[in-house]
Nanobody
Framework: HVQLVESGGGSVQPGGSLTLSCAAS?????????MGWFRQSPGKEREGVAV????????HHADSVKGRFTISKDNANDTLYLQMNSLKPEDTGMYYC?????????????????????WGQGTQVTVS
């Protein structure tokens, strides 16, 4: 039984920072696949923000967040992070942690969310 539990969302002013965490359990595919962060803003489709491979060595970031967000993974503690700096109002949305045993990082970034196997419940980020 896979569980992904996000934390760390909140409200910040533009230019501020937040760090999101995702605690994973039951994800047995630790030698393959990816984990990542997606976000969904009101009236918009869910989009990939950042994805990292199973051993945490190959990160991919969306163009809109490059240079501001950094994804990382602590395999010892089965935790995924998203460090978000220089936040903008357009970064506002529900942020979801996701995991899938079959995708490579670049594939998962562009994947249809319906095809991604596991999701957390989401954590809200508001920048205003």
């Amino acid at each position: 039984h896979v569980q992904l539990v996000e934390s760390g969302g909140g409200s910040v002013q533009p230019g501020g920072s937040l760090t999101l965490s995702c605690a994973a359990s039951g994800f047995k595919y630790k030698s393959s696949g990816c984990m990542g962060w997606f976000r969904q803003s009101p009236g918009k489709e869910r989009e990939g923000v950042a994805v990292i491979d199973h051993d945490g060595t190959t990160p991919h970031h969306a163009d809109s967040v490059k240079g501001r967000f950094t994804i990382s993974k602590d395999n010892a503690n089965d935790t995924l992070y998203l460090q978000m700096n220089s936040l903008k109002p357009e970064d506002t949305g529900m942020y979801y942690c996701a995991a899938d045993p079959g995708w490579g990082p670049s594939e998962m970034m562009g994947a249809d969310p319906a095809d991604v196997d596991y999701w957390g419940q989401g954590t809200q980020v508001t920048v205003s």
